[in-house]
């Protein structure tokens, strides 16, 4: 995937006037603009949701690819004691992570790198896996398994079934001249529910559609939890 994508993110950091609040992470992970903008009601209840289907404990730990600046891993600690870590390849945003959560374990490096000697009760990816192509992805999902005591959580992944629908509404959120500058030579990619149960075929699962309150790209985006805990 082109690395232009990573010169985007490397410019996002947080700046002096920036105190760290939820708000404050919700915009630097980029959910602050067009389609993809995110108010902070509807995140806290997104990561309520997505809390609610992995299970979560207070106690349990979890680790982000592709944190960038935590705010999903903030928000899920809004609603109970975890302990946290996460990778991304922006250092700008992992410094912001560091200073949200000086108790996590946060990383600059790809997700690619992903250690999988230490492990965590639950390793999650967020609106990460379009910026892979699909060799990266399957390694990445492998990986993120392998990390997972418990289970993993692929989440807010454009469908391929409503790509053209999906670019649609990414053109229309921009006036043509803001779209030709935002996404020139920035490819997403698109997967399908099955492509991912294809990779784990013998592990419980469950897909859904994107379960994010009032986020205009949820009807073209889907998740994936995969458990290993079978139940008979």
Request: charged share 20%.
């Amino acid at each position: 995937m082109s690395n232009l994508w990573q010169q985007i993110w490397e410019k996002r950091t947080l700046q002096p006037q920036h105190a760290i609040t939820l708000e404050t992470l919700i915009s630097l992970d980029g959910f602050d603009s067009g389609a993809g903008k995110i108010n902070l009601a509807d995140w806290q209840e997104y990561t309520r949701l997505i809390s609610g289907k992995l299970g979560l404990k207070a106690g349990q730990s979890v680790f982000e690819v592709g944190c960038g600046a935590g705010a999903f891993l903030f928000s899920l600690r809004e609603h109970m004691a975890l302990e946290v870590g996460g990778l991304d390849y922006a250092s700008g945003l992992i410094a912001a992570a560091q200073k949200a959560m000086p108790d996590g374990e946060f990383l600059v490096q790809s997700a690619e790198s992903l250690d999988t000697e230490s492990t965590y009760d639950f390793v999650i990816a967020n609106s990460v896996f379009h910026y892979f192509d699909e060799a990266t992805a399957a390694q990445v999902l492998q990986a993120m398994w392998k990390k997972s005591r418990h289970g993993i959580a692929i989440l807010d992944v454009p469908n391929a079934a409503t790509r053209d629908a999906c670019e649609r509404a990414r053109r229309d959120a921009l006036t043509q001249a803001e779209y030709e500058e935002k996404y020139k030579g920035l490819d997403h990619t698109y997967f399908t529910p099955e492509w991912f149960i294809r990779q784990l075929p013998e592990w419980q699962h469950q897909a859904f559609e994107s379960c994010v309150p009032n986020y205009a790209q949820s009807e073209f985006r889907f998740s994936v939890i995969f458990s290993k805990h079978l139940h008979g």
